[in-house]
């Protein structure tokens, strides 16, 4: 009797700890109505607090990662996140820096939110190679996401805006549904930059996500929806680098964001052209 309680006290100390464990593990940032998680592979996922009501919208995922090579390097052991205030000619926010280095790179990752922009993250990452060999860089994604569909919606279905030379310019908000998948690529010539916006956007009845880009300068990228199942859809910005990356040396991406929103993608059409506006008084 004495020894089968002593092993029930162990299993309760064992899934006590697991769970402070767990909980410990998760590194978070965030702003007043959006939340990012990272797990220690440095996975995320995207919470949103609007209206001080916290939506998961999604599972733990690869979020920014490489293609080098035949190798698509996603996993990143978490190493050290460092807070910051700043105070820039956009406004007051924070700044996150958060490391991981996995057995050939070491990824920063730079996330800001600001106080004017209480449900938008702006993103930079930059890798360092530290291996002893060139790398080649193909390509990288940034701001990877899954919005979950909706469990009161019968059809799970989202409403999508996307915007592209894969898209037809006359209907730029189309259904996403399961098997739905799309590649919007801009930025291959400059009437690209007058007619569109770096955006993509879906949303559900609830609540809306969106990822893009916020440089100035015509870059050429893909931002692409991809809908397996009826899980939900997923959503991201890539770019194609093409770049020997010696030991030693490191790269930038170009800033991105991630925005979460209710109803439809006006308003993050309508704060996208606020930052931008924002970020060209610096000019």
């Not at 690529?185 to 009845?205: A, F, Q």
């Not at 609540?207 to 859809?233: C, K, Q, T, W, Y």
């Not at 030991?247 to 170009?254: C, K, L, V």
Request: charged share 25%.
């Amino acid at each position: 009797m004495k020894r089968f309680l002593y092993i029930c006290v162990l299993i309760g100390l064992l899934f006590i700890n697991i769970l402070y464990t767990g909980c410990e593990n998760v590194i978070l940032i965030e702003g007043e109505e959006i939340a990012i998680e990272f797990n220690q592979k440095l996975y995320s996922r995207i919470i949103s607090n609007i209206d001080g009501e916290d939506r998961i919208l999604g599972e733990f995922g690869a979020s920014e990662y490489l293609k080098a090579g035949v190798n698509l390097w996603t996993i990143f052991p978490f190493k050290s996140i460092a807070v910051n205030d700043i105070e820039d000619h956009i406004g007051a926010g924070n700044k996150y820096t958060i490391v991981g280095e996995s057995d050939l790179f070491k990824k920063t990752i730079t996330a800001i939110v600001y106080a004017k922009y209480p449900r938008m993250f702006f993103y930079q990452v930059n890798y360092k190679n530290l291996g002893s060999d060139t790398l080649n860089i193909e390509k990288w994604t940034n701001n990877r996401y899954v919005i979950s569909s909706d469990p009161a919606q019968t059809s799970k279905e989202f409403k999508s805006f996307q915007t592209g030379t894969g898209t037809d310019y006359q209907n730029w908000i189309i259904p996403v549904k399961r098997g739905f998948k799309q590649e919007n690529i801009i930025g291959l010539n400059n009437s690209d930059y007058e007619e569109t916006l770096p955006i993509i956007d879906v949303w559900r009845k609830d609540i809306g996500l969106a990822v893009g880009h916020v440089e100035i300068e015509s870059i050429p990228f893909s931002m692409s929806v991809e809908m397996v199942d009826n899980r939900g859809a997923f959503l991201m910005v890539t770019h194609n680098r093409h770049k020997e990356l010696k030991p030693g040396e490191d790269f930038d991406t170009f800033q991105t964001f991630v925005s979460v929103h209710k109803g439809d993608c006006l308003e993050t059409i309508h704060e996208y052209n606020r930052f931008m506006m924002a970020k060209m008084s610096e000019k």
